[in-house]
């Protein structure tokens, strides 16, 4: 299956309006890949994560399954290039219930692990 990670921008306002897409990554697998959170940084940097059945690549990172369903974080700079990218997996089925960070540059995650 192939998951399009699209990072979109609401142009201000409480109405509804168009998007400017900022970035689409393809990390399409032979596994199911699903986005379930993102979150932006103070440093301006934002952080994707989802959940993987199969190994996949991305950016000249691979992420290898170790389990039922594993997860994955994904870091972009402000210019919305790959700066980390890691996964987690023990065998059992993973979940990212959320995710955010700090001023100090800490990602903290919150699931089932």
């Known amino acids: 299956m192939r998951l399009f990670i699209l990072i979109a ?8 309006q168009a998007q400017d897409v900022l970035r689409v990554d393809d990390i399409g697998g032979e596994g199911l890949e699903s986005l379930y959170r993102y979150a932006l940084m103070p440093d301006g940097s934002s952080l994707a994560a989802g959940r993987f059945t199969e190994n996949f690549e ?3 990172n691979t992420f290898t399954n170790q389990g039922e369903e594993d997860i994955f974080i994904i870091q972009y700079s402000a210019s919305e290039e790959i700066i980390n990218a890691f996964s987690w997996g023990a065998g059992e089925e993973e979940n990212i219930t959320g995710i955010s960070g700090d001023s100090q540059g800490n990602i903290i995650v919150a699931g089932e692990f």
């Open 58 to 60: 991305l950016g000249g």
């Open 9 to 16: 921008v609401i142009l201000g306002g409480s109405s509804l």
